[in-house]
């Protein structure tokens, strides 16, 4: 491949990524990100005590680096300055996919395999695409994976690999698959074929790697007594492992990858085909480390839909290979221009036509910006001794609600029953929730044990129905085109 071919190249990988920008603000955790930014700038460290929620005590908010990032752009440029973030960041990802891609090909490099392998995983990583700190965890685990694989850093790839795992872990929690890329690519092959790491490189690198999430609000710092939440990286992790097969049912992310949309489900396939094809005529044992990432990448993508992006970054090394072996250069060499140019014209116009406006978040899949923006100013007092006014609110919006809330007045202590955020909390709380908004078994039992002094509800819930055929104990306060208000009528 040439010079001028690579650089076609690297100019659709990066306006595939941009063109991710038509994503709105949707998130359901955006809300309580931007929030969780806002006080760690104002406060000066991370927030402790849970001003969202109305049973929880700690907040143990280890996205807060990536918060202040998100914050500082929607202070600066609102809504609309995400999402061109957004973009940019995921054109990077296109770019450094690509970067990939072409390591692994080594002097192999053909234009038509590179430029479908690239798009299928961009494809992919699209589906999954979100203004959330993944995005963060996405960029940097593609290019440790390149430094890994490139074997051009040895005296820099264990100082930089260690970095970025500081990094990462005060941004999402797949900052373990850092440790788990070194573990693979530097650990195992000491015990198969390869000797050319030391014993002590390998597994002192890995060691230090993995004690990366001590230098950390929830790792180690600061020292002494006041940090409650020490090793709580570590213990987030296994808190994802043991999360209950009814709770992942609940939330959308983590309910099995072929659950996810069609374009999921047929690149999965047509990924885990191709090597199919590969292994029947080569011998896997040269790319052994790759199957392995294969192999335990796709299983989390079977686990759950959380794990899309990982599967795509994971299995591209060997779904290169693989698809280079089946010829497509030779069969169809003629065509390629052609389609690399369909897919610019394709990419291009939809970034130029998706540019984000400063109405995307309106758009959005029914966010309650206007409902819990009037929560504040209802005058509503605190019911039964609380000091803050509980408001009942569903998974995917507590989050937002509390944001709004605090947007609105910041001095108003409004709390919700039920947000985003699943660690270390009880299951069955959650449980409880789906069934009180879906009026399935237990759900009076929980809204009387709650008790909240104002309701937010979607009107399309079996809750909001119930509400409006039951005005004598429920008063409505405020309706728009996806949420309403109610509160109880004193007796």
Not at 388 to 413: A, I, S
Request: charged share 15%.
């Amino acid at each position: 491949m040439t010079k001028t071919e690579k650089s076609y190249l690297y100019l659709l990988a990066f306006i595939i990524g941009l063109s991710f920008w038509h994503w709105p603000t949707f998130d359901p955790d955006l809300g309580w990100h931007l929030l969780g930014g806002k006080l760690t700038l104002l406060n000066g460290k991370v927030p402790d005590i849970d001003i969202i929620n109305t049973f929880n005590q700690n907040w143990l908010d280890y996205h807060w680096l990536a918060q202040i990032i998100f914050f500082k752009i929607y202070n600066s440029f609102g809504y609309i300055g995400l999402q061109i973030f957004h973009g940019i960041t995921c054109a990077f990802i296109g770019v450094s996919l690509l970067k990939l891609i072409f390591i692994i090909q080594k002097n192999n490099n053909t234009f038509l395999s590179s430029l479908i392998v690239l798009t299928i995983c961009m494809l992919l990583l699209n589906e999954v695409s979100a203004v959330r700190p993944q995005i963060f965890a996405i960029l940097i685990i593609i290019n440790v994976f390149s430094l890994l694989l490139s074997n051009k850093c040895h005296k820099t790839e264990l100082a930089l690999s260690f970095l970025a795992a500081i990094v990462l872990c005060n941004m999402h929690v797949y900052w373990i698959f850092i440790p788990f890329l070194w573990l693979t690519l530097r650990v195992f092959p000491r015990y198969i074929d390869n000797d050319s790491f030391s014993l002590g490189y390998a597994w002192g690198g890995f060691l230090l790697i993995a004690t990366a999430a001590l230098l950390s609000p929830y790792g180690i710092l600061p020292f002494g007594p006041e940090n409650k939440f020490i090793l709580a990286n570590y213990a987030l992790i296994w808190d994802y492992l043991l999360m209950p097969g009814e709770l992942r049912n609940y939330i959308n992310e983590m309910k099995p990858g072929l659950a996810g949309s069609h374009i999921i489900g047929l690149s999965f396939i047509f990924i885990v085909s191709t090597v199919i094809i590969y292994l029947r005529e080569k011998s896997y044992k040269k790319n052994y480390l790759y199957f392995i990432l294969f192999f335990i990448s796709g299983i989390l993508f079977i686990r759950g839909l959380k794990f899309v992006s990982i599967f795509t970054v994971l299995s591209t090394p060997i779904f290169t290979i693989a698809f280079h072996n089946l010829n497509f250069d030779i069969r169809f060499k003629k065509i390629a221009t052609i389609f690399f140019f369909l897919l610019l014209a394709f990419f291009s116009y939809k970034t130029i036509v998706n540019f984000p406006t400063d109405e995307s978040i309106q758009r959005s899949e029914g966010l309650p910006i206007e409902a819990c923006s009037k929560i504040p100013t209802l005058n509503i007092q605190p019911r039964n001794g609380r000091k803050h006014v509980r408001v009942l609110t569903h998974f995917n919006y507590g989050g937002w609600c509390r944001w709004q809330m605090y947007e609105k007045d910041p001095n108003f202590d409004g709390r919700v029953t039920t947000d985003g955020r699943t660690q270390f909390v009880n299951p069955k709380h959650f449980t409880k929730q789906y069934k009180l908004h879906a009026l399935k078994l237990g759900w009076f039992e929980t809204l009387k044990k709650w008790d909240p002094d104002i309701y937010l509800v979607h009107i399309d819930t079996g809750l909001a129905q119930f509400l409006i055929k039951a005005q004598s104990n429920w008063k409505l306060v405020h309706q728009d085109n996806f949420f309403a208000l109610f509160v109880p009528i004193a007796k």
